[in-house]
Protein backbone atom coordinates (compact mmCIF):
# COMPACT_ATOMS: atom_id res chain seq x y z
CA UNK A 1 0.00 0.00 0.00
CA UNK A 2 1.58 3.16 -1.06
CA UNK A 3 0.36 6.86 -2.27
CA UNK A 4 0.67 6.95 -6.28
CA UNK A 5 4.13 7.71 -6.48
CA UNK A 6 5.62 6.23 -9.29
CA UNK A 7 9.23 5.82 -7.70
CA UNK A 8 7.17 3.33 -4.77
CA UNK A 9 5.38 1.94 -7.78
CA UNK A 10 8.65 1.23 -9.69
CA UNK A 11 10.77 0.14 -6.84
CA UNK A 12 8.22 -2.25 -5.27
CA UNK A 13 8.31 -3.96 -8.85
CA UNK A 14 11.81 -4.05 -9.02
CA UNK A 15 13.03 -5.28 -5.53
CA UNK A 16 10.04 -7.27 -4.51
CA UNK A 17 8.32 -8.70 -7.80
CA UNK A 18 6.79 -11.33 -5.52
CA UNK A 19 4.10 -8.99 -4.12
CA UNK A 20 0.44 -9.69 -5.64
CA UNK A 21 -1.30 -7.08 -4.79
CA UNK A 22 0.00 -3.43 -4.30
CA UNK A 23 -2.61 -1.20 -3.25
CA UNK A 24 -3.63 2.65 -4.23
CA UNK A 25 -3.89 4.17 -1.10
CA UNK A 26 -7.74 5.75 -1.10
CA UNK A 27 -7.09 8.82 1.08
CA UNK A 28 -4.50 10.14 -2.32
CA UNK A 29 -6.79 8.93 -4.57
CA UNK A 30 -9.48 10.88 -3.07
CA UNK A 31 -7.02 14.08 -2.90
CA UNK A 32 -6.04 13.65 -6.44
CA UNK A 33 -9.25 13.34 -7.52
CA UNK A 34 -10.31 16.42 -5.48
CA UNK A 35 -7.58 18.89 -6.93
CA UNK A 36 -8.22 17.86 -10.45
CA UNK A 37 -11.84 18.88 -10.52
CA UNK A 38 -11.61 22.43 -11.51
CA UNK A 39 -8.36 21.92 -13.83
CA UNK A 40 -11.03 19.41 -15.83
CA UNK A 41 -13.72 21.38 -15.48
CA UNK A 42 -16.03 20.29 -12.86
CA UNK A 43 -18.99 21.94 -12.16
CA UNK A 44 -19.03 23.19 -7.78
CA UNK A 45 -22.74 21.55 -7.60
CA UNK A 46 -21.46 18.48 -8.92
CA UNK A 47 -18.21 17.66 -7.31
CA UNK A 48 -19.72 16.18 -3.92
CA UNK A 49 -22.24 13.89 -5.96
CA UNK A 50 -19.21 12.97 -8.12
CA UNK A 51 -17.16 11.95 -4.54
CA UNK A 52 -20.13 9.97 -3.46
CA UNK A 53 -20.31 7.98 -6.52
CA UNK A 54 -16.34 7.16 -6.14
CA UNK A 55 -16.89 6.37 -2.42
CA UNK A 56 -19.57 3.32 -4.26
CA UNK A 57 -16.75 2.23 -6.82
CA UNK A 58 -14.49 1.49 -3.63
CA UNK A 59 -16.81 -0.73 -1.99
CA UNK A 60 -18.20 -2.71 -5.06
CA UNK A 61 -17.96 -6.30 -3.89
CA UNK A 62 -16.93 -7.81 -6.90
CA UNK A 63 -15.48 -6.81 -10.53
CA UNK A 64 -18.62 -7.54 -12.51
CA UNK A 65 -20.22 -5.44 -10.02
CA UNK A 66 -17.53 -2.44 -10.54
CA UNK A 67 -18.00 -2.55 -14.51
CA UNK A 68 -21.86 -1.86 -14.26
CA UNK A 69 -21.91 0.80 -11.46
CA UNK A 70 -18.66 2.21 -13.64
CA UNK A 71 -20.73 2.44 -16.99
CA UNK A 72 -23.27 4.23 -14.91
CA UNK A 73 -21.18 6.50 -13.79
CA UNK A 74 -19.76 7.55 -17.27
CA UNK A 75 -23.00 7.55 -18.55
CA UNK A 76 -24.00 10.09 -15.99
CA UNK A 77 -21.25 12.30 -15.64
CA UNK A 78 -20.46 12.51 -19.80
CA UNK A 79 -20.52 15.92 -19.80
CA UNK A 80 -17.19 15.95 -18.12
CA UNK A 81 -15.27 14.48 -21.24
CA UNK A 82 -12.01 16.32 -19.56
CA UNK A 83 -12.34 14.76 -15.73
CA UNK A 84 -13.66 10.88 -17.27
CA UNK A 85 -10.77 10.67 -19.33
CA UNK A 86 -8.25 11.53 -16.24
CA UNK A 87 -9.93 8.96 -13.46
CA UNK A 88 -9.70 6.90 -16.41
CA UNK A 89 -6.71 6.77 -17.11
CA UNK A 90 -5.18 6.95 -13.55
CA UNK A 91 -7.57 5.12 -11.72
CA UNK A 92 -9.09 2.31 -13.91
CA UNK A 93 -7.32 1.78 -16.64
CA UNK A 94 -5.18 -1.67 -17.41
CA UNK A 95 -2.18 0.43 -18.32
CA UNK A 96 -1.93 2.42 -15.35
CA UNK A 97 -0.64 0.91 -11.61
CA UNK A 98 -2.65 2.82 -9.42
CA UNK A 99 -6.14 0.95 -9.68
CA UNK A 100 -5.80 -1.13 -6.88
CA UNK A 101 -8.18 0.98 -4.30
CA UNK A 102 -11.66 -1.15 -4.33
CA UNK A 103 -12.73 -3.77 -1.77
CA UNK A 104 -12.58 -6.52 -4.87
CA UNK A 105 -9.37 -5.95 -5.34
CA UNK A 106 -8.10 -7.37 -1.93
CA UNK A 107 -9.15 -9.54 0.88
CA UNK A 108 -10.94 -7.88 4.14
CA UNK A 109 -9.80 -6.90 6.83
CA UNK A 110 -6.92 -4.55 5.76
CA UNK A 111 -6.28 -0.92 5.37
CA UNK A 112 -7.41 1.45 2.59
CA UNK A 113 -5.14 3.94 3.84
CA UNK A 114 -1.40 4.63 4.18
CA UNK A 115 -2.24 7.31 6.60
CA UNK A 116 -0.36 5.47 9.39
CA UNK A 117 2.82 5.86 7.82
CA UNK A 118 2.24 9.71 6.50
CA UNK A 119 2.05 9.77 10.58
CA UNK A 120 4.75 8.42 11.24
CA UNK A 121 6.84 9.95 8.45
CA UNK A 122 5.98 13.18 9.83
CA UNK A 123 6.92 12.82 13.30
CA UNK A 124 10.35 11.38 11.97
CA UNK A 125 10.38 14.42 10.38
CA UNK A 126 9.18 16.94 13.18
CA UNK A 127 10.50 14.99 16.06
CA UNK A 128 14.22 13.55 14.98
CA UNK A 129 15.86 14.92 12.31
CA UNK A 130 14.60 18.38 12.03
CA UNK A 131 13.56 18.17 8.60
CA UNK A 132 17.36 17.47 7.58
CA UNK A 133 18.54 14.89 5.39
CA UNK A 134 20.76 12.14 6.55
CA UNK A 135 23.75 10.46 5.35
CA UNK A 136 22.17 6.79 5.71
CA UNK A 137 24.28 5.27 9.08
CA UNK A 138 22.54 8.45 10.75
CA UNK A 139 19.33 8.22 10.16
CA UNK A 140 19.24 4.67 10.44
CA UNK A 141 20.89 5.37 14.25
CA UNK A 142 17.90 7.25 14.55
CA UNK A 143 15.36 4.98 13.45
CA UNK A 144 16.44 2.92 16.13
CA UNK A 145 15.70 5.70 18.75
CA UNK A 146 12.59 5.73 17.21
CA UNK A 147 11.82 1.94 17.62
CA UNK A 148 13.23 2.60 21.09
CA UNK A 149 10.45 5.48 22.37
CA UNK A 150 7.74 3.82 20.65
CA UNK A 151 8.93 0.48 22.66
CA UNK A 152 8.63 2.80 25.82
CA UNK A 153 5.26 3.83 25.18
CA UNK A 154 4.06 -0.14 25.70
CA UNK A 155 1.08 -0.02 23.24
CA UNK A 156 -0.32 -3.34 23.14
CA UNK A 157 -0.72 -4.49 19.35
CA UNK A 158 -3.44 -6.99 18.88
CA UNK A 159 -3.20 -9.98 16.33
CA UNK A 160 -7.57 -10.22 16.57
CA UNK A 161 -9.94 -7.20 16.02
CA UNK A 162 -10.92 -6.56 19.47
CA UNK A 163 -15.10 -6.62 19.97
CA UNK A 164 -16.41 -4.12 22.45
CA UNK A 165 -18.97 -5.37 24.92
CA UNK A 166 -21.86 -3.00 23.56
CA UNK A 167 -21.43 -3.50 19.90
CA UNK A 168 -21.81 -7.00 21.25
CA UNK A 169 -25.26 -5.61 23.24
CA UNK A 170 -26.24 -3.94 20.20
CA UNK A 171 -25.81 -7.05 17.91
CA UNK A 172 -28.09 -8.98 20.40
CA UNK A 173 -30.72 -6.74 19.57
CA UNK A 174 -29.83 -6.62 15.96
CA UNK A 175 -30.21 -10.31 16.19
CA UNK A 176 -33.37 -11.01 18.05
CA UNK A 177 -35.43 -8.61 14.97
CA UNK A 178 -34.38 -11.54 13.10
CA UNK A 179 -34.20 -9.51 9.86
CA UNK A 180 -31.91 -11.72 7.82
CA UNK A 181 -32.48 -12.82 4.52
CA UNK A 182 -29.98 -15.14 2.72
CA UNK A 183 -29.57 -15.83 -1.15
CA UNK A 184 -26.86 -17.15 -3.00
CA UNK A 185 -24.41 -17.32 -0.31
CA UNK A 186 -24.98 -13.85 0.59
CA UNK A 187 -26.89 -12.39 3.26
CA UNK A 188 -28.82 -8.91 3.15
CA UNK A 189 -29.83 -6.51 6.12
CA UNK A 190 -31.94 -3.87 5.88
CA UNK A 191 -29.72 -0.95 6.25
CA UNK A 192 -32.10 0.79 9.22
CA UNK A 193 -31.85 -2.79 10.65
CA UNK A 194 -35.77 -2.12 10.65
CA UNK A 195 -38.18 -3.48 8.03
CA UNK A 196 -37.75 -7.01 6.49
CA UNK A 197 -36.11 -6.23 3.03
CA UNK A 198 -38.33 -7.98 -0.06
CA UNK A 199 -36.91 -10.72 -2.10
CA UNK A 200 -36.97 -8.39 -5.41
CA UNK A 201 -34.06 -6.40 -4.03
CA UNK A 202 -32.47 -9.08 -3.48
CA UNK A 203 -32.72 -9.98 -6.75
CA UNK A 204 -32.00 -6.40 -8.17
CA UNK A 205 -28.74 -6.50 -6.60
CA UNK A 206 -27.39 -10.24 -7.12
CA UNK A 207 -28.47 -9.27 -10.83
CA UNK A 208 -27.43 -5.97 -11.35
CA UNK A 209 -30.50 -4.84 -12.50
CA UNK A 210 -30.33 -1.11 -12.87
CA UNK A 211 -30.85 1.10 -15.33
CA UNK A 212 -29.20 4.54 -13.63
CA UNK A 213 -26.68 5.33 -11.52
CA UNK A 214 -29.42 7.33 -9.15
CA UNK A 215 -31.14 3.68 -8.95
CA UNK A 216 -28.07 1.78 -8.16
CA UNK A 217 -26.59 4.51 -5.64
CA UNK A 218 -30.33 4.89 -3.82
CA UNK A 219 -30.60 0.63 -3.42
CA UNK A 220 -27.07 0.50 -2.71
CA UNK A 221 -27.86 3.11 0.44
CA UNK A 222 -30.73 0.16 1.42
CA UNK A 223 -28.89 -2.82 1.88
CA UNK A 224 -26.39 -4.11 4.12
CA UNK A 225 -24.71 -7.37 2.38
CA UNK A 226 -22.83 -10.23 4.16
CA UNK A 227 -20.78 -13.13 2.86
CA UNK A 228 -20.40 -16.46 4.38
CA UNK A 229 -16.54 -17.31 3.41
CA UNK A 230 -16.00 -20.98 2.79
CA UNK A 231 -12.73 -21.50 2.57
CA UNK A 232 -11.55 -19.45 5.45
CA UNK A 233 -14.74 -19.85 7.56
CA UNK A 234 -15.06 -16.47 8.36
CA UNK A 235 -18.46 -13.83 7.66
CA UNK A 236 -17.37 -10.81 5.78
CA UNK A 237 -19.47 -7.83 6.13
CA UNK A 238 -18.99 -5.30 2.91
CA UNK A 239 -19.61 -2.06 4.97
CA UNK A 240 -16.89 0.29 5.44
CA UNK A 241 -16.36 -0.93 9.08
CA UNK A 242 -16.68 -5.08 8.61
CA UNK A 243 -14.30 -4.74 5.59
CA UNK A 244 -11.58 -3.01 6.70
CA UNK A 245 -11.42 -3.41 10.14
CA UNK A 246 -13.18 -6.86 10.25
CA UNK A 247 -15.78 -6.45 13.15
CA UNK A 248 -19.06 -4.68 12.94
CA UNK A 249 -22.18 -4.91 14.23
CA UNK A 250 -23.91 -6.85 10.88
CA UNK A 251 -21.23 -9.57 11.17
CA UNK A 252 -21.76 -10.44 15.00
CA UNK A 253 -25.04 -10.21 14.39
CA UNK A 254 -25.17 -12.57 11.80
CA UNK A 255 -22.37 -15.14 13.69
CA UNK A 256 -24.94 -14.97 16.83
CA UNK A 257 -27.81 -15.94 14.10
CA UNK A 258 -26.16 -18.45 12.80
CA UNK A 259 -24.61 -19.84 16.43
CA UNK A 260 -20.73 -19.16 15.85
CA UNK A 261 -20.91 -16.35 18.30
CA UNK A 262 -23.05 -16.32 21.75
CA UNK A 263 -25.42 -13.66 22.38
CA UNK A 264 -25.53 -11.12 24.89
CA UNK A 265 -29.01 -11.51 27.21
CA UNK A 266 -28.92 -8.28 29.87
CA UNK A 267 -31.18 -9.39 32.70
CA UNK A 268 -33.69 -6.05 33.00
CA UNK A 269 -33.89 -4.85 36.42
CA UNK A 270 -37.47 -5.41 37.63
CA UNK A 271 -37.82 -2.63 40.14
CA UNK A 272 -36.10 0.61 41.24
CA UNK A 273 -33.16 0.55 41.97
CA UNK A 274 -31.44 1.01 45.86
CA UNK A 275 -33.08 -0.13 49.28
CA UNK A 276 -36.99 -0.34 49.23
CA UNK A 277 -39.03 2.61 51.49
CA UNK A 278 -40.39 -0.10 53.62
CA UNK A 279 -36.95 -1.01 54.75
CA UNK A 280 -36.17 2.57 56.17
CA UNK A 281 -39.65 2.61 57.20
CA UNK A 282 -38.74 -0.81 59.31
CA UNK A 283 -35.65 0.56 60.28
CA UNK A 284 -37.42 3.17 61.97
CA UNK A 285 -39.84 1.58 63.76
CA UNK A 286 -37.14 -0.58 65.28
CA UNK A 287 -35.41 2.37 66.44
CA UNK A 288 -38.02 3.85 67.72
CA UNK A 289 -38.36 0.68 69.68
CA UNK A 290 -35.39 0.61 71.23
CA UNK A 291 -35.92 4.17 71.82
CA UNK A 292 -38.87 3.36 74.11
CA UNK A 293 -36.95 0.96 75.56
CA UNK A 294 -34.24 3.11 76.68
CA UNK A 295 -36.97 5.85 77.92
CA UNK A 296 -38.57 2.91 80.34
CA UNK A 297 -34.79 1.88 81.55
ZN1 LIG B 1 -21.22 -4.47 8.58
Same mark, same amino acid.
Request: charged fraction near 30%.
Given at each position: ???? %?????????????????? &???????????????? %??????? /????????????????????????? %????????????? &???? /????????????????????????????????????????????????????????????????????????????????????????????????????????????????? /????????????????? /??????????????????????????????????? %?????????????????????????????? &???????????????
Amino acid at each position: MSDG %ASFIFNAVEKICSKVKTH &LMCYFHLKKSVKSNFA %AKGVDKK /DRNSILRSIDHLHRMISQDQFQVYY %ALFQTEYSCYKDF &LKYF /DSVWVSDESKTTKWKFSDCEPNVFFTNNICESLNASLKRDYTNRERKPLHQFLKILKDVFIDIAKERKKIHSFPQIPTQLKIKASKLEAKDLFISKNNYFFLPKNCETKLEES /DLEMFLENRYNTLKEFQ /DHLEKLIVLKWDVERKVTICFCHDGYTKGVCIHKL %ALDMHQGRLSKLILLQPTGKRGRKRKAAKA &LEKEINLVLKKSKKM
